[in-house]
């Protein structure tokens, strides 16, 4: 006779309350909140400053915050660099979260990807505004993908299980259930080399001779792994680039141009609306300060 074994269920998610993924201004400032639901904040690029009661500290590139329900907090660039920082806020009310309290962690490579999935199934399933700091409600998209909230709820849970697991003592470092393939390491380092040349131009045939494989099986395989190809990819660097630029207010739209390595300031604006939709001037018009 088959026994059932229910599932012990440690963490649970309750709700999702907002989302958002912000592209701030160098001087972005927001005077501070409570509210009785978990927050996660995570900084994409950049750095910013956070507050959150008595403790103030400066959450740097890679690492994400934990607010717990009721503690009041508040954030604000430095004045330099215009940093990227997704937040999420969601109530859950497992005894397990309490390892989160006044938590500042480094995020790894693999557990990012599950916030780039829920970025991804976000922006599919509800109405994000492109800057809303003072968003209360999520608003369902006309039509979503199915299952879009579950997917997102699930792949929060996975990314708090296993960053508790990756913390806590006695289970080391290592996050077993995100093995990463051969592949996967290839299509890491092309993007560090990626990252680390968008200041020059970059083609696919200097790629293919610096990791030494042919045209087709890299281009073949960056597509399968990311979505996009390596152009995609390489003109999406440089875009997001620019708009951290554009938003610090240090260059022109010439300059940015120029350094990015367009051969002009007009066809910089024609990929950069490509890529955002906006042209330069719209989107420096759209940026806020707070």
């Not at 440690?10 to 709700?15: A, D, E, H, M, N």
């Not at 859950?92 to 938590?103: G, T």
Request: contains cysteine; charged residues 25%.
């Amino acid at each position: 006779m088959y026994k059932i074994t229910p599932i012990k269920q440690i963490l649970q998610i309750q709700s999702i309350v907002t989302i958002h993924y912000f592209e701030l201004s160098k001087s972005f400032y927001y005077p501070g909140e409570s509210h009785d639901f978990w927050e996660m904040v995570y900084v994409d690029k950049g750095e910013i400053v956070v507050i959150a009661d008595e403790r103030e500290f400066v959450l740097h590139q890679g690492q994400a915050a934990f607010h717990k329900p009721n503690e009041f907090h508040k954030i604000a660039a430095n004045h330099v660099i215009a940093p990227n920082i997704f937040v999420i806020t969601f109530v859950c009310k497992s005894r397990e979260m309490k390892f989160f309290r006044e938590k500042v962690m480094q995020i790894s490579p693999k557990l990012r990807d599950l916030i780039a999935i829920i970025i991804e199934e976000a922006q599919k399933s509800y109405l994000l505004p492109s800057f809303d700091p003072h968003l209360k409600k999520l608003m369902e998209n006309s039509c979503p993908p199915i299952g879009g909230q579950q997917m997102i709820k699930l792949t929060l849970e996975q990314f708090l299980i296993l960053l508790l697991r990756s913390n806590t003592e006695g289970q080391g470092s290592k996050v077993p259930a995100m093995m990463e393939s051969v592949d996967d390491r290839l299509v890491q380092e092309i993007i560090l080399f990626l990252e680390n040349h968008v200041y020059q131009t970059v083609s696919v045939s200097e790629l293919c001779r610096h990791f030494n494989y042919s045209k087709t099986y890299l281009s073949k395989l960056f597509k399968n792994v990311t979505g996009r190809s390596l152009l995609e990819y390489y003109t999406s660097l440089k875009i997001s680039e620019a708009k951290r630029l554009i938003r610090e207010k240090n260059f022109n739209f010439a300059q940015i141009a120029a350094r990015l390595c367009y051969d002009s300031p007009q066809y910089f604006s024609r990929t950069f609306k490509h890529v955002t939709g906006m042209t330069p001037k719209e989107y420096k018009n759209s940026v806020k300060t707070d």
